[in-house]
């Protein structure tokens, strides 16, 4: 299952390439996840909640589950 960014949810990263770097992607795919370009894994879904301040019981709020 992947997970799409919900639109007009904010993300506010002070330090995005710090960030994708944590997380093991690159920045260019951050910034790709966060403009609903593409979609991600759970994990790193969670991941991006917890950097927003959410926590993983938020998921539902950022992202919606996409079915493939």
């Known amino acids: 299952m ?3 960014l919900r639109e007009n949810v904010e993300v506010d990263f002070m330090n995005q390439k ?3 770097q944590r997380l093991g992607i690159h920045e260019v795919t951050l910034c790709n996840i966060l403009r ?5 894994n759970k994990p790193t879904a969670v991941y991006i909640v917890i950097v ?3 926590t993983e019981a938020d998921l539902d709020k950022y992202f919606e589950l996409i079915k493939k």
């Open 2 to 4: 992947r997970y799409m």
């Open 18 to 20: 710090r960030i994708a």
């Open 36 to 40: 609903r370009k593409i979609t991600t």
């Open 52 to 54: 927003n301040g959410g």
